[in-house]
């Protein structure tokens, strides 16, 4: 059973950064590729990016290419995404996921998920 806590959502005007943190439990991190998503209510949840588990690997969104930064610490168990030059457009929840793949691109893809933490781009 892996367990994901999300963390450093918040409010941020149009160009700020944030950065957001996923907490996991298990001693068996490195064997799973993590994903963020993001979802808006009454829409399917989208892809932003994925790391593979060693984090050689990493893949992102065409929307967010240039702007994210997915990255990880598998000595701290946690994932991390860098958002910078954000956008109104960014405005979502945004969820953390593990899969024992080695990576995904879909959410179907992933079988564990954190609750989800909000982040708001104001203009």
């Known amino acids: 059973q892996v367990q994901l806590v999300e963390s450093g959502g918040g409010l941020v005007q149009a160009g700020g950064s944030l950065r957001l943190s996923c907490a996991t439990s298990g001693r068996t991190f490195s064997s799973y590729a993590m994903g963020w998503f993001r979802q808006t209510p009454g829409k399917e949840r989208e892809f932003v990016s994925t790391i593979s588990g060693s984090g050689s690997w990493t893949r992102y969104a065409d929307s967010v290419k240039g702007r994210f930064t997915i990255s990880r610490d598998n000595a701290k168990n946690t994932v991390y995404l860098q958002m910078n030059s954000l956008k109104p457009e960014d405005t979502d929840v945004y969820y953390c996921?593990?899969?024992?793949?080695?990576?995904?691109?879909?959410?179907?893809?992933?079988?564990?998920w954190g609750q989800g933490i909000q982040v708001t781009v104001s203009a």
């Open positions: 996921a593990a899969t024992p793949r080695l990576y995904g691109l879909n959410a179907g893809e992933y079988g564990y």
